[in-house]
């Protein structure tokens, strides 16, 4: 049952009595729309050879991640398999948090779910076709004679990681609305 003062609170959220399909439509949408984006990126800059962007900064770098997240578990038998699994899995449970929550978090909550199935579906349409996830975008630093580069993403990367500190911070700026 709720109080008054959780109604009002519920009221005052952004996107707050959209109705259910609305929340489900800018969920969809914006998970389409990132991934369109991130298999076009792909299909487009994913060639060829490395080339910059900005010199001494940010550079289109073709790689095969077979690893994980910053390349966790490249190169080991069986790695690729068992993401494919863990994709699955999280994009399955995501559906589920967002189908049970939607109506009550929001627009930044589906906002944030869009992001993050849309990111996570661009990374396993990669590994499930090519049996690697494509990155390219390389930011990096040159001082001191030394390259520091940054790992090298992709779009759906840089989604899932929007997407999660959005939700991370809609959940910690309210606690009480967690799914």
Known sequence: ?????????????PGAGLPRQALWASTLALALLILAADLFSKQT?????????IPGFFAIVPRENTGGVFGLLAGNAGANAVFIGVSCGAILFIGW????????????????VGLILGGAVGNLVDRVFYGFVRDFLEFYVEFSG???????????????CTGTALLAFRLWTHPAESP
């Open 1 to 13: 049952m709720h109080d008054s003062a959780s109604t009002a609170n519920a009221a005052k959220r």
């Open 97 to 112: 948090i967002f189908a049970a929550s939607s109506a009550r978090l929001g627009l930044p909550f589906a906002l944030a």
């Open 146 to 160: 030394e390259r520091h580069v940054w790992p090298t993403f992709n779009v759906a990367d840089a989604a899932i």
């Open 45 to 53: 800059l994913w060639v060829g050879d490395p080339f910059p962007v």
